[in-house]
């Protein structure tokens, strides 16, 4: 049963760089989606088929992918009318086409071939006519299509919008135009500058004035600098997210040849955005390249780094703190007028949750039990003995606080390879006992019945609590696409949160925030690239956990007012919480970025009915 895994070099995400992906850039602000926009999936999803159905009417798939309709044989004639339409734009004087912004002219700009004809249309009757118009003008861009925005819960919607595509629109001013080319520098016509968005590349077009055409006398140089319209990301933070669900979907239906395609593309429309979005959207095209490549990830995700990354991850944001303290609280209250005490942990890790519980069992009315811990955690590649140092720091702290204290570290490969036996259980009219699970369970389902054997121990054990705490989100459904979508969903949020908190000004606090992303980026590679025993974060929600506990035999514990109160009391004491949200659903505490929970907390007892496991 016994694995071992390599250990690994850590270093920033901008640094690893998979073929074909991207790593993650820094950045800041922002959320995933662009400027208030909601994006969702299944309707994106059912989009995304028809785009890749186009493939067999003859449509591009790379450019149908992107939201554009081009036929393969028409690529020609559409190079040729776009140098066509670049040249009435040279030809034409600046005051001569001041007259189109009075109008809103609506066409569907995915047709590239019927938008050059208007446009030609618009601009053709415009060079004869030199007469003055109003400076100030907008350009807005209407289609009847859907396009992904993100709404206020930061979940990904596909809304029809009748301005869905519409761009700010920046006057700025630049020198006069360089000398006339027909191609860029690299031989390109400019269709992919089209097509991709990469309008920087368009400053080197050519842009000739209609009297330097008729004439053969040079081109007077302009009084004042020309005006020069700059839009925004929005537009392209869109197109980011049509592609990252397109090569999903093409990842699904095995087109490694349009994923391979589509997955760079990813990176290009990435750098164009800020802060958590260009975070989210470079982790999940390295975790798709893992997959699309066959590089998967060589690091497991419980190892010993991605325990130094979860302290970092402790320290950036509340998640991890929330989490101890709502299931210490349910814990204390079980342990009330109990003189022996013993606590089984699934996940002991660095210990940090337990140094709070002890504290406040010193404080106890009447003076503080014997505490007993028992604490579980898988061997280490270089056959190190973190439970023993943790151990030691605990029992320290015991004797600072004058609490009887009693440590037991236990190496074990997996939960379900532990037996009620090896936790030297003591008569239950002695030693009341918890059992405590942070983050633990979800990785028994890839396990064929290994989460039904954990939970026979843990009636064996016969516990007077249960603290579970679990992501609230759904990352075990077997169809990939579901989980990519998911996924992208939850850490969106869970990344936007991270730079809400601000990542503070001291070098500690930016160190924290980077290793954060690590920490979560490594959970994403592990979601998208990987599948059998190798894929362990198998998130499932509040309500099929409530099921599977059920089923096993426990019973609902209510977590009470007072822990929400302590909890959202513990928030505010948080740099960077406004976003944070504490909810009660059912007796279980929940904690959220604005509307959308993301982790949950849950109490559990087992039935008076339910007999120990030994003896079903």
Known sequence: MKREYPQNQIRPHHQQQPQGGGGAAAGSGGSVGGAGAGVGYSAM???????????DTGVDELLAALGYNV?????????????????????????GIFHLSSETIHYNPSDIATWIDTMLTELNPVCPNLGAADTNFSTSTTTTTTHPVWDSDHRVNLQPAESSTSASIKETTLPPPPPPQDFDDDGSSGIEDVVYGREGSREKKRLKSCQASASAAPAPVPAEPRPVVVVDSQETGIRLVHTLMACAEAVQ?????????????????????????????????????CRIYRLYPQDHPSDSIGDLLQM????????????????????????????????????MKQGMQWPALMQAL???????????????GPPQPDNSDPLQEVGWKLAQLAETINVEFEYRGLVANSLSDIEAYMLELRPSDVEAVAVNSIFELHRLLGQPGAIDRVFKLVRDVRPKIVTVVEPEANHNSPVFLDRFTEALHYYSSLFDSLEGCGGGTSPAAAQDQLMSEVYLGRQICNIVACEGSERVERHETLIQWRARMAAAGFAPVHLGS????????????????DGYRVEENNGCLMLGWHTRPLIATSAWHLLPSAPPASQQ
């Open 45 to 55: 999803a059912s989009s995304g088929k028809g785009k890749m159905q186009k493939a």
């Open 253 to 289: 239906q095995d087109n490694l040849k349009l994923a391979d395609a589509l997955v760079k593309q990813i990176s290009v429309l990435a750098t164009s955005q800020a802060g958590a979005m260009r975070k989210v959207a470079n982790f999940f095209a390295e975790a798709l390249a």
């Open 362 to 376: 010193a404080l106890r009315p009447g003076g503080p039990p014997a505490f007993r811990l028992t604490g579980i």
């Open 562 to 577: 007072n822990a929400f109160k302590q909890a959202s009391m513990l928030l505010a004491l948080f740099a960077g919480a």
């Open 312 to 347: 970092h991850f402790y320290e950036a944001c509340p998640y991890l703190k929330f989490a101890h303290f709502t299931a210490n609280q349910a814990i204390l209250e079980a342990f009330s007028g109990c003189s022996r005490v013993h606590v089984i942990d699934f996940g």
């Open 71 to 95: 036929r393969a044989s028409d690529m020609a004639e559409v190079a040729q009318k776009l140098e066509q339409l670049e040249m009435v734009m040279g030809n034409a004087q600046e005051d």
